[in-house]
């Protein structure tokens, strides 16, 4: 069930618990997202990165809206950190029903601006734009902390882009990463609180492979209702296919792909339910 991903996640913050955002590659990607949600009876959102649009175009954006579509539990298709105009223009006249501005590396007035006229586009053909003030960092182990703080969200930003962008929903950084955590990750809930006070759309984190359990639902309980997740699924779709090359008997290509999404498969049902959205796709009938 396609919906859009504002109404995704607006009872997601009403009810407390969180969507899982999957990225997603190839049809085992999707089928791995789908079939996962299905199982766990939740809502999820599949995910393409620009580098993905610009590889599977409008076949790949078709085939995730359908799957959308077809699917038993609700979802929706979201552009992910885009900064390029005419990338976002090309995934909403595919038929994304929401996309990512992602101006993050602009200076604050410059992101304003971009997200501005990314959300007037992007509205103007019914589908949700999320933004991210401050800056995550594939990397952080050589940021000191006075690099880091100084790319963290400030609550009082966020209450002036909020407003001047109208976006539907806001990627914050309280110490979140992209990629792996090299080191214990720490987060700032005392900012994220500060946050949550000041603005009242859906809250995003990005960066949520790795996070352990207990700043996922700390993270839950001050307003976040949407996680990012790419590394650990990525990583075991490729895990999966390694092991199966590297064996000594013949590989079939359609097992080969069918085991590599069983694997991705577990991975995501362990989010959902890590999120609390599992059992929660009734919510939006």
């Not at 960066?207 to 650990?232: Q, W, Y």
Request: glycine share 6%; proline share 3%; charged share 20%.
């Amino acid at each position: 069930m396609l919906i859009s991903t504002k109404t995704l996640l607006e009872i997601a913050t009403a009810k407390s618990f969180a969507v899982g955002a999957f990225n997603i590659y190839n049809l085992e990607g999707v089928k791995a997202v789908v079939q996962a949600a299905e199982m766990s009876e939740s809502p999820a959102m599949l995910q393409m990165h620009p580098a993905s649009l610009r590889y599977g175009g409008s076949g790949l954006v078709a085939m995730c809206t359908e799957a959308a579509k077809s699917a038993q539990v609700p979802m929706s298709v979201q552009l992910d950190h885009s900064e390029s105009e005419s990338a976002i223009a090309f995934a909403l006249e595919a038929g994304m029903s929401s996309i990512m501005a992602d101006g993050s590396s602009m200076p604050f007035q410059e992101n304003l601006e971009f997200t501005r006229k990314m959300t007037e586009l992007a509205h103007a053909k019914g589908a949700a734009v999320e933004a991210e003030i401050g800056r995550i960092s594939g990397s952080e182990d050589s940021l000191t902390v006075t690099e880091k703080e100084a790319k963290m969200t400030d609550p009082q930003q966020a209450v002036e882009f909020v407003a001047a962008t109208k976006v539907d929903a806001l990627a914050v950084t309280i110490g979140n990463v992209h990629g792996k955590y090299y080191s214990k990750p720490k987060l700032d809930f005392d900012r994220l609180a500060k946050v949550r006070k000041l603005i009242d759309i859906p809250l995003v984190l990005h960066g949520a492979s790795g996070l352990p359990a207990d700043m996922i639902h700390r993270s839950i309980d001050l307003g976040i209702c949407k996680f990012n997740v790419n590394t650990e699924v990525r990583a075991t779709y490729m895990e999966s296919v390694k092991t199966i090359f590297t064996g000594e008997r013949s590989v079939d290509l359609l097992e080969t792909m069918s085991t590599a999404v069983v694997a991705m498969q577990a991975v995501i049902c362990t989010k959902l339910r890590l999120f609390g959205s599992a059992g929660k796709a009734g919510l939006y009938i």
